[in-house]
């Protein structure tokens, strides 16, 4: 770790891999998710936005727009991230369709897509397998919690055993996956939390994403809260058990996110998350503290 602090960044893989920052531009494919089209549910889980978790992104052939949104992060390159819903939730030829496009713009240099463990069929995996030899490939696992009452309770439609296998088949086909995992969901404490990212460290994956559960307008989660049935974590509370669950994770694991970012306008609670910049300031702080 050459960054000073607990952890790996992103930031440092990108400039070792590419020789410069990059950034990503948060792209809308137009996709949805089994539990949201009736296939599991309708709705989704209890924390999604009407966007799918893709508040910032925008349609996926507005590049410019995209990149527009980053006017103050000067970069030479990008990456393509198909963010909102599950994006292999689709035919191939359709998600290929969109991949194809994006590619032809010469600052894109690699591709991310989220996506959920039970949206990856056969025929996907052979496709993302021979995509990940064309260009720099990620796929964004959403795992949130590898406890099953947890899963259960937010609404997610899978197991940790469903993405523990397509977890490995993405690793065994050499495709790298961030896996995305939310602190402070309905019914967890930190030991429930600790012990997701002790999983994560047995698995190795090439990169984590660390979400604060946060509580959008017009969701389930926002009725509980309203109810007085569920209490977001505070930012205190937050910064310890990141700090711990990083000194799990090690420096084997590189680190793209270390908090959510809700939409002002729809966000209910915590207030906190707003002020990112605060947040992370805080929280290198501490790790200073914990260094010591």
């Known amino acids: 770790m050459d960054n000073g602090l607990k952890y790996n960044s992103i930031t440092e893989y990108y400039k070792k891999t590419f020789g410069h920052s990059v950034y990503k531009l948060a792209l809308d494919i137009a996709s949805t998710c089994p ?5 599991l549910g309708y709705g989704g ?21 995209a990149k527009s949104k980053l006017k103050d992060k000067a970069s030479h390159k990008y990456i393509a991230y198909f963010q909102s819903f599950s994006n292999t939730y689709m035919p ?16 894109i240099c690699g591709i991310s897509i989220a ?25 964004e696992l959403g795992l949130q919690s590898a406890n099953d009452n947890t899963l ?20 065994d086909n050499n495709i790298k996956v961030c896996v995305h995992i939310m ?35 017009g969701t389930i989660l926002e009725q509980m809260y309203l109810k007085g049935d569920y209490k977001p974590l505070e930012m205190q509370e937050y910064i310890e058990i990141v700090a711990k669950q990083l000194k799990i994770l090690g420096d084997k694991i590189y ?10 306008s ?3 609670a915590p207030e906190w998350t707003l002020h990112k910049r605060y947040f992370l300031n805080q929280l290198n702080k501490y790790l200073a503290k914990m260094k010591k």
Not at 92 to 107: A, G, H, P, R
């Open 35 to 39: 539990n949201r089209d009736g296939s």
């Open 115 to 139: 996506t959920r463990p039970d949206c990856i069929n056969d025929e996907m995996l052979l496709y993302l397998s021979s995509l990940s030899k064309q260009t720099h490939l990620v796929i």
């Open 92 to 107: 191939v030829n359709k998600l290929n369709t969109y991949v194809e496009q994006v590619l032809k713009d010469s600052e």
């Open 266 to 268: 729809t966000l209910i």
């Open 183 to 217: 602190n402070g969901l309905p019914s967890e404490n930190i030991q429930d939390m600790l012990y997701t990212a002790t999983v994560l460290c047995e698995l190795k994956p090439h990169s984590v994403k660390i979400h604060c559960t946060y509580i959008p307008k």
């Open 152 to 171: 259960q309770i937010i609404g997610r439609g899978h197991t940790y055993k469903q993405f523990e296998e397509t977890f490995y088949r993405l690793k």
């Open 255 to 264: 680190i793209e996110r270390l908090t959510g970012d809700g939409e002002r």
């Open 45 to 65: 889980c209890i924390y999604c936005s009407a966007k799918g978790s893709g508040d910032y992104a925008v349609a996926a052939l507005q590049l410019d727009v």
